[in-house]
Nanobody, 122 residues
Framework: VQLQASGGGLVHTGDSLRVSCTAS?????MAWFRQAPGKEREFAAA??????NYASSVKGRFTISKDNAKNTVYLQMNSLKPEDTAVYYC?????????????????????WGQGTLVTVSS
């Protein structure tokens, strides 16, 4: 499965932005990870069959959703902060379901998008 991400850009503190990721085939769990400059990639949010999971750093500000007809997952990001600046990567598991406790692990995913840069200025 190939993933195509889009929607990144430059925004200001407190602004909102939505990033999208379209899969070329069937997927189970889909997720967003992010990697800030000089830091390791970290889990942000994931969704499968209506169940959602969020990292504590984004919970309450970010919302993940999925349009199954379009094979597209969205990450709506509100109240953005400079520390949200990162390359956002979408990920998917296409071969089997993954248990919820494993969603935050990058090893749970077999497909990755190319990343889209989100920059939040102060």
């Amino acid at each position: 499965v190939q993933l195509q991400a889009s929607g990144g850009g430059l925004v200001h503190t407190g602004d909102s932005l939505r990033v999208s990721c379209t899969a070329s085939g069937r997927t189970y769990v889909m997720a967003w990870f992010r990697q800030a400059p000089g830091k390791e990639r970290e889990f942000a949010a994931a969704i499968d069959s209506g169940t959602r999971n969020y990292a504590s750093s984004v919970k309450g500000r970010f919302t993940i959703s999925k349009d199954n007809a379009k094979n597209t997952v969205y990450l709506q990001m509100n109240s953005l902060k400079p520390e949200d600046t990162a390359v956002y990567y979408c990920a998917a598991r296409s071969t089997r379901r993954v248990i919820l406790s494993e969603w935050p692990s990058a090893r749970s995913y077999d497909s990755w998008g190319q990343g889209t840069l989100v920059t939040v200025s102060s």
